[in-house]
Structures are given as structure tokens and as C-alpha cells.
């Protein structure tokens, strides 16, 4: 290269060739053929000026970039235009480098183009940096795109950016519901001034911190966000990025949260150990302090020490809370404790738990503590404890006897427990016999008859009884087995509990019965008879009345004339009595007040039952009718009451109560003849001697009497229960020796 390429410029010729120069130089003819380069374009290339020449500096040039160059600088000398193009170098190392080049035409004397000359220069790391731009500013705007935050950009107030999550938000329809408008127009009036305080703080170059604000949506609906901004650049001039979140129903739910800590019944409370290694309470709710009977001045932020020394707790206690908050904290996971403690004034048992809060680095300086009284669940536990200790006494007392097989997974019962009455029923020590097999310790064919029986108690899936016999030498006992199965989730029956009542008793009241039977076949007849003798005494009553006034006065025969009437006249009564058995019935319906008959029975019978018998009528409900009989009811009443002081030969006391009853359709009922509906309870107690069970059983059979002979035909009760029934009522019978006695009575309500 030489002056006259440059004119008289020869400082910047030894310039440009120079090694140091910073820029490539190049010369090219119009065919586009390099005639000259400076080493700085040798430098950048990797080749060598011979080897730049002629066409020779297109091998410098990144072969997806040649065409694209080649275009441009023909296109150039062909207009005359200045050439500026940007492309890869690559080096015959292989370094890739990127470069501009920047020509203008070159003239003659003339003043013709004759050629280029240019420069190139090294924008390597200037690409780089604006490709790590681009991508940084993809990644941003992918970021706040994709952000489920409302992000924003501004500039004085006024929206120049907003992102979908925010348009969402703010529920706005299009953009243009929120750029180019200013921030106020959606920030409610009472939280404006804090919005223009923080702008100010913003554009004054301070920091701000999260603030929570109500804003106004674009369809009117008022909701809380949580917004923090910071300085930006928007379009190369300063602006300001807000970044906002929709808490409104975090806010909700940290307010229900906040009604739940204070309202919850159980105790709650916050630890916090200080920079000095003191833990100190920071957050108690409404019911510690209630139960605790403290204040929040007296808790709060104060070490154990002080509480110590304000006599609040005791040294020991101190330290012991302050150790399960040590261990807490150094185990960070949470613990329960149960201790007992004194809550307004009383001991409780209570169960702590004490929840740590884990910090990022691992350390736990907060632990929030929940304690719950579980006074009644232990009070519960030990309930069930003597429950279930009362029901092993009944099963180990009651009269019958009790055991519960288990079934295995090979679907044979096995012995589970027995209770002292099935040894002695069956004469086995059932300690031996316990987790065997029917098989092992029964006979075959009383094993075998006690599995069909567990087969169809499972089948009919509901308790069965039944009769059965136990024989074994020297016994025969007449017994009532009853076997309830049990199942699991999945209709097995994994347990069959079972019982055998002894049913002499039962027998014995049956054939009671069958005697009750008897003599009521007897009544009637009795009855039949009564009824044609009745027809004779009638007869004869007439014929010795005539008789007697036939006969003169003075008359030895008047005597006996008398003598028959009166055995008549006795005749005719027995002969009512035996009416009135044989066939109880009502007479009169009438509408009576239960009252009324109490306090005229009353008077009549309170001088028979004697100054040592207190008999009393306690008050009861307004409705006290009933339809029936008058005196057939006072007859029932005056029985029990005379039967009653018979059973108090030392005096004592009778109470008469009367009640409203409702009664459902219920089998017992039924079986009574009783109709669902209400009814007038009547309760007629005695505090004398009471009666055994059997007496009970039979205390109502025809001609049965507990008094002496001649001091009851034991038609009374017999006669009272026909009378009842008759009336659509009911009467029975509880009774326990040495506990006195109670009848009640049965009445239809009308």
C-alpha cells in the first residue's frame, strides 16, 4: 500500500499499518477483488496478506455468511453506496469471530470508482452482549408473561405495560383497560395517599417493602393485593415495574384463622428464643389467658426467670418447660406432652403440642404450642375401664351361662371365654378348654349339633334361641340357648356369642299356667253354675219371705225360716262373687275423673288402713280423664290399697302417683292387648316386706293368696287385672324382698 492509495496522508498510512492499529483496512478493485489489507486484517482472519488477496479473503469469511456478503458488496460498487454489513469470521483455528465491515467507493483522479476501501471491525463481544440481551430480556418477558402475578410497568402512574395474569386480574376485557391509564384510577380513596407516598419514595430512589392496599376491578368488584415495585427502564427511559397479588382470600382466610385462634376453646401460645437464649411468650389467644386466669402483661415477652420471681410458677416447673422447648427445638419435629395442670382453679390433665418453625437454615427459634384438655377422655378411658370391668362382673355373676367362640381363618369356632356358670353347666374347666375346637373337648355328636346351630345363627345373620338339654352324669338341665353372631366389614361372622338360661323357672310358670287355665275352665263353669243356682236362691229367697209373713207370730218355724234366708242371702252373694270372676265386663261407659275417684277411694278407705299407714296422692297432670266404670275402678283401687297396708303390718306409707304415658306399637304392648296411644300411668307403691319373684309371677293367677287361711279367696287381684283389661287398660307387678312394692295401672287417656 502506498501514499498515493491515500492521498498525501503518510502519518495515517505508517497508522494504519501499523499492528496496534485497532481496525482491519482493506482495498478492493470493482470486481471485488481485495488489492490490499493492514495486519490488523490478517490478525482477524488468520490469514496471511497473500493469502487475503484476490479473492483470496473470501475463505475468511463463515460459508453461511459468504453469499449474503458478496450480495452486499456487489450491490455497493454497483450503486456507488457506502457498504455496511455485519458477519462471521472464521479462522483457519476455527475461532469464530464476528465482524463489521464498513466501505466506501474509491475514486481516481478523474474522479471514477476504481474500487472500495473499508475497514473491519472486531463487534465479537458486542454481538455476544446483545444476544445475552436478548435472551435475558426473552427470559424476562417470558417470566412476567407467564407470572401468575399481576406485573405491571409505569411511568408517572401511568401504565405502559400490563401482563395476562394482570389483565386477568383486574378482569380487564382488552388492554386498553389498563395501559395508558393512571394507577389512582383503581386504588380505592382510602388507600390512595399510602399509592402516592410509595411512587414518591420510588422516584426519590428509596426502597419500599410489600404493602396491601384495596383496589377497585375493572367490573366494580373491590378486592385486596399485595404489591411491591421497583426502578426499571422502559423504551430507554426510566419507568417503574409493580408486581401485585390478589390476597384477598388469603386475607379471609388469616381472618378466620385469626377468629378460630381467638374463639378455639383449647389454649395456644407462641415461644420465641431471643438472641440472649431466653424463651418468651410473644402470642397467647383469649382462652389461655381465661384459663390460666392470667393477663397478657403478666406472659407476654417475659423470661421463665421472671415469671419465677413474680411467683407465677415454680422453679421446677420453669425448668422443666424450659427444657421440652430446648428438646423441641433441637428435634425439630413436633412432641406432645401430656402433664396435669391447673386451669381456673382446677386440676386437669392436658396434652401440649408443640410444634417447632424451622428456619432456612435449619435452626428453630419459634415453636407454637396448642395444649387440649383431655380430662374427659381420660375420665372416659377410665369409664370404659369400669365398664367393662362391671360387664365382666355381670357375665361372671349373672345366673346363665356365657361364652364367645371366635372363629379362625380355618373356619372353625374356637373357645374365646367362658364365664364360671358354663363350667359348672357343663362340668368343664373351661381354663383348659379355651382356644380348642368344639371337637376337642365336647362329644362328637354335641360338637356336631353346636356347629349346625353356629351355621344357622350365621345364616339367618340375627340372634336365634332355642331349647336344648344338657345332659351330663348326674344332671339333666332343661335350658334356652341363645346365640348372637357377629360380622365383620365383609358379612363374615367372625364371632358367635352365646348363652343358656336355665328354664326350670320357665317350666314351672308354665305349668303355673296351665293351672290358671285350669281354674279359669273352672270359673267358667263355676260361672254357668252360679248363674242356674242364682235362678234357685231366687227361688227360695221369695218362698221363705212369703213363708215368714204366713207364719203366725211366735212361730217355733220362724227361726228357721230366718236361719234359711240368711244362708240364702249368703249363697246369693258367693254366687255375684263367682258372676263377677267368671265374666268381668264394664256396665257404664262413662267419662270419670281419675282425681275424683282418688279423693272419694280415699276417704273411704283411710280409716280401714289404720293410724300406722300414711297414704298419700301426689299431684298430677290437668288431664285426668278416662271412660269406664266408677266403682268397678274404685274396687281395683281400694284392693290395692287394702292389699298394700296387708304388706305393712308394722305401718308405713302409700304413695298413689298418676302420669301421662305414650305408648308405640310395640310387641309388649301387643302382646297385652294394649293399642298404641296415651294412657294414664297409675302407681300405687307400699314401703313394706315386698315379694320374691316367684310370688310376682303369680301374684295375679286365680285363687293364689300370700295371706292366711281364711284372710283371702285370692280372687282380689285376679278380679282387679279382669277388671282393667275390661276398662282397655293393664295391670302389673315390680316387686323386690325387703324393697316394698309398686302396681301399675294401665288407663286409656280420653
Not at 605 to 626: I, K, Y
Not at 710 to 716: N, V
Amino acid at each position: 500500500m502506498t501514499t498515493e492509495k491515500f492521498g498525501d496522508g503518510i502519518q495515517l498510512e505508517r497508522a494504519v499499518r501499523a499492528r496496534t492499529f485497532p481496525v482491519g483496512v482493506f482495498r478492493a478493485d470493482l470486481q471485488g477483488r481485495c488489492i490490499a489489507v493492514n495486519p490488523r486484517w490478517c490478525e482477524l482472519s488468520g490469514l496471511s496478506e497473500e493469502q487475503s488477496l484476490g479473492l483470496g479473503w473470501m475463505n475468511a469469511v463463515h460459508p453461511d455468511d459468504r453469499e449474503h456478503v458478496a450480495r452486499e458488496q456487489a450491490r455497493s460498487l454497483a450503486e456507488g453506496k457506502n457498504l455496511r454489513v455485519e458477519f462471521r469470521l472464521l479462522r483457519p483455528d476455527g475461532k469464530l469471530t464476528w465482524v463489521i465491515s464498513q466501505a466506501v467507493p474509491a475514486l481516481d483522479d478523474e474522479g471514477s470508482i476504481v474500487g472500495s476501501v473499508g475497514t473491519l471491525t472486531d463487534i465479537d463481544a458486542r454481538v455476544h452482549a446483545e444476544e445475552s440481551l436478548r435472551e435475558s430480556e426473552q427470559r424476562f418477558r417470558n417470566l412476567v408473561e407467564l407470572s401468575p402475578d399481576f406485573t405491571t410497568i409505569h411511568r408517572a402512574g401511568v401504565m405502559q405495560y400490563v401482563n395476562a395474569a394482570g389483565l386477568q386480574m383486574m378482569r380487564a376485557s382488552a388492554p386498553t383497560d389498563l395501559v395508558g391509564h393512571h394507577i389512582l384510577e383503581f386504588v380505592l380513596a382510602d388507600h390512595q395517599q399510602m399509592a402516592i407516598e410509595r411512587m414518591r419514595s420510588l422516584q426519590e430512589g428509596e426502597s419500599i417493602s410489600l404493602a396491601e392496599m384495596e383496589v377497585r376491578r375493572c367490573d366494580g368488584e373491590v378486592i385486596w393485593i399485595e404489591t411491591i415495585a421497583s426502578r426499571t427502564v422502559w423504551g430507554g427511559e426510566p419507568a417503574v415495574q409493580l408486581v401485585a397479588r390478589d390476597v384477598t382470600e388469603r386475607r379471609r382466610t388469616s381472618d378466620a384463622y385469626r377468629v378460630v385462634v381467638e374463639t378455639v376453646r383449647d389454649p395456644m401460645w407462641i415461644m420465641e428464643r431471643g438472641a440472649d437464649g431466653e424463651w418468651r411468650c410473644t402470642f397467647v389467644n383469649s382462652s389461655y389467658l381465661r384459663q390460666t386466669n392470667m393477663t397478657a402483661e403478666q406472659i407476654l415477652t417475659v423470661t421463665f426467670d421472671d415469671l419465677v420471681a413474680a411467683g407465677t410458677i415454680s422453679r421446677e416447673a420453669a425448668d422443666r418447660s424450659i427444657a421440652r422447648y430446648n428438646e423441641t427445638a433441637a428435634e425439630r419435629s413436633p412432641r406432645d406432652y401430656e402433664t396435669q395442670v391447673v386451669w381456673n382453679g382446677m386440676v386437669a390433665h392436658a396434652v401440649t403440642t408443640m410444634t417447632p418453625v424451622v428456619e432456612d437454615g435449619g435452626r428453630c427459634n419459634r415453636i407454637i404450642c396448642l395444649s387440649r384438655d383431655v380430662s374427659r377422655e381420660r375420665a372416659r378411658e377410665r369409664a370404659l375401664a369400669e365398664s367393662e370391668a362391671n360387664y365382666r362382673a355381670v357375665v361372671e355373676g349373672t345366673s346363665d351361662a356365657v361364652w364367645v367362640m371366635d372363629r379362625g381363618d380355618d373356619g372353625l369356632f374356637r373357645v374365646r371365654m367362658a364365664n364360671p356358670r358354663t363350667r359348672d353347666l357343663l362340668g368343664l374347666d373351661f381354663s383348659k378348654v379355651v382356644g380348642k375346637t368344639l371337637h376337642e373337648f365336647l362329644t362328637p355328636r354335641a360338637a356336631d349339633a353346636a356347629t349346625e346351630r353356629y351355621r344357622q345363627a350365621e345364616e339367618a345373620g340375627e340372634p336365634i334361641e332355642y331349647e336344648n338339654v344338657i345332659d351330663r352324669p348326674g344332671l339333666r338341665t332343661e335350658v334356652v340357648t341363645h346365640l348372637t353372631p357377629l360380622f365383620d366389614e365383609a358379612g363374615r361372622c367372625y364371632r358367635i356369642i352365646g348363652s343358656d338360661r336355665d328354664d326350670t323357672d320357665r317350666r314351672r310358670a308354665e305349668a303355673a299356667l296351665l293351672q290358671a287355665q285350669k281354674l279359669e275352665s273352672l270359673g267358667v263353669l263355676a260361672g254357668g253354675i252360679a248363674h242356674d243356682f242364682n235362678n234357685l236362691l231366687t227361688a227360695i229367697l221369695g218362698n221363705l219371705y212369703l213363708l215368714k209373713s204366713e207364719l203366725p207370730p211366735g212361730s217355733s218355724l220362724a227361726d228357721y225360716a230366718e236361719d234359711s234366708r240368711i244362708a240364702a242371702e249368703r249363697g246369693a252373694d258367693l254366687v255375684r262373687r263367682l258372676l263377677g270372676f267368671s265374666r268381668p265386663g264394664l256396665h257404664a261407659h262413662d267419662v270419670l275423673s281419675l282425681e275424683n275417684l282418688f279423693r272419694e277411694t280415699g276417704s273411704l278407705v283411710q280409716r280401714t288402713l289404720g293410724p300406722g299407714v300414711q297414704l298419700r296422692f301426689e299431684p298430677g297432670p290437668e288431664e285426668d280423664r278416662t271412660v269406664g266404670e266408677f266403682s268397678s275402678l274404685q274396687q281395683v283401687l281400694v284392693n290395692l290399697l287394702l292389699n298394700a297396708r296387708d304388706a305393712m303390718p308394722g305401718g308405713g306409707e302409700i304413695r298413689v302417683e298418676r302420669r301421662l304415658r305414650e305408648l308405640t306399637e310395640e310387641p309388649i304392648w301387643s302382646q297385652r292387648g294394649l293399642a298404641p296411644g296415651r294412657y294414664h300411668e297409675i302407681l300405687v307403691t307400699d314401703s313394706g316386706s315386698g315379694m320374691s319373684r316367684d310370688v310376682v309371677q303369680r301374684i295375679f293367677d286365680p285363687f293364689f293368696t300370700t295371706k292366711g287361711v281364711g284372710k283371702g279367696t285370692g280372687l282380689g287381684l285376679s278380679t282387679s287385672l279382669s277388671i282393667v283389661r275390661a276398662h282397655g287398660g293393664w295391670l302389673e307387678a315390680e316387686s323386690e324382698e325387703g324393697a316394698g312394692s309398686t302396681f301399675r295401672m294401665l288407663l286409656p287417656a280420653h
